[in-house]
């Protein structure tokens, strides 16, 4: 068995354009940047006594801003890589859910600190993770585990 068996073909559907890999993998780009200068607001601008004083402010315990930063770096990371991009895309709704729980009294729009960009973000996160990792992606090694989660998530 070659490593790529179980990779899913690129363009596999008939009305798909031939670019359509290609967007697939912008849009995964785009959703890594989107994660690495998210966590970097949050550790870099902000700091992270800011960061732990708004989750407590939240009513949630300073450590899930820690496990939240360390989680954002491992999306990030996938999706540059390619690697478990349905997945990964799927299970890091939840901090966008949250945000928009946290932000649903600030109205719908962005500039006034409301839901509209995580709504947004969750709906690109959802598409990636139906279009797949698209071109450029790294062969997941041996070792690391393949997700028998749902067929059309693997690696």
């Not at 559907?13 to 290609?22: D, K, V």
């Not at 496990?67 to 390619?82: P, Q, T």
């Not at 890091?92 to 859910?97: C, E, K, M, R, V």
């Amino acid at each position: 068995m070659r490593t790529n068996d179980y990779l899913p073909e690129l363009n596999a559907g008939p009305n798909l354009l031939p670019s359509a890999a290609a967007g697939a993998t912008l849009l995964r780009f785009i959703l890594a940047a989107y994660w690495i200068v998210h966590w970097w607001y949050k550790v870099g601008f902000e700091g992270m006594l800011a960061t732990e004083s708004f989750f407590i402010k939240q009513g949630l315990p300073a450590w899930l801003a820690w496990f939240d930063i360390s989680f954002e770096v491992v999306v990030a990371a996938c999706l540059l890589l390619g690697l478990y991009v349905p997945l990964i895309c799927l299970i890091s709704l939840p901090i966008l859910f949250a945000s928009m729980i946290i932000f649903a009294g600030n109205g719908f729009y962005f500039p006034l600190g409301g839901i509209e960009l995580p709504i947004f973000w969750a709906l690109a996160q959802i598409v990636q993770a139906l279009l797949g990792p698209g071109m450029f992606r790294i062969t997941p090694p041996k070792w690391l585990l393949r997700v028998p989660f749902f067929p059309a998530l693997g690696p």
